[in-house]
């Protein structure tokens, strides 16, 4: 069964730095996408970036970013110019030929 | 409004009353998911239905809980005989026909359960 890992309950940024996020993943499947969701207390769930497994380029979406590299199943977010209202949970998911499996979310702190 | 919405958006029930939560996907979206999340915890897959079929529920609890799609309406999860640990945030999401195994899921706003 494939799983997701978030090996970083709570992280903290200044407003206008960069932080990373961590997430990896286990899986046979060589066909998947992987995604980031930011869940805000309003507790919507919000798509923030998505990457397809056969793509060598990083996804990116304006401030966002990931660094997916495959062979070491790793999908980190990366936050450029942090802004107060990024601040949230972050999931990261995996869906493959199953659901998607979601890790349990990085609470990401901005700090003014 | 036309993305996922689900009602109500907060449900109190006592132990041993039945729950039913609504969904209507976004417009044109014919596939539907339903998750649970528990107090911190992330999202937990229940249920993929499309229009009046379930495709894989392979994340339902066996006894009291079931999901529909009909043909029309929204999509319902209904949850018999509540328990206290059915208290959580339930999720749907919806994503179009074609393809949807890499579409990705766009969600509803989520209701809140909690059972006194």
């Known amino acids: 069964a494939q799983t997701v890992t978030q090996s970083q309950p709570e992280m903290s940024v200044q407003e206008a730095e960069t932080v990373t996020l961590s997430c990896t993943y286990d899986t046979s499947e060589s066909d998947y996408y992987l995604f980031w969701y930011k869940q805000p207390p309003s507790r919507q769930m919000i798509l923030v970036i998505r990457q397809e497994a056969y793509k060598q380029q990083n996804a990116t979406e304006n401030r966002f970013s990931v660094n997916f590299q495959k062979a070491a199943k790793s999908f980190s977010l990366k936050i450029s110019d942090s802004q107060l209202g990024d601040a949230a949970m972050y999931f990261c998911?995996?869906?493959?030929?199953?659901?998607?499996?979601f890790g349990k979310g990085t609470r990401l702190s901005v700090i003014a | 409004n036309a993305g996922v919405m689900q009602n109500p958006r907060h449900l109190v029930r006592r132990r041993g009353q039945e729950a039913r939560l609504r969904c209507s996907p976004m417009k044109g979206h014919s596939h539907v998911y339903w998750y649970r999340q528990l107090p911190e915890e992330g999202l937990k897959f229940m249920v993929y239905l499309q229009k009046e079929n379930i495709i894989d529920e392979s994340g339902m609890p066996k006894e009291r809980f079931s999901a529909e799609f009909p043909k029309e309406g929204p999509s319902i999860l209904r949850i018999q005989q509540v328990v206290r640990g059915d208290s959580a945030a339930y999720f749907c999401?919806?994503?179009?026909?074609?393809?949807?195994?890499?579409?990705?899921?766009?969600f509803g706003d989520g209701t809140r359960l909690s059972i006194l």
């Open positions: 999401a919806s994503s179009p026909a074609v393809e949807a195994s890499n579409q990705p899921q766009h």
């Open positions: 998911a995996y869906r493959g030929n199953t659901p998607l499996v």
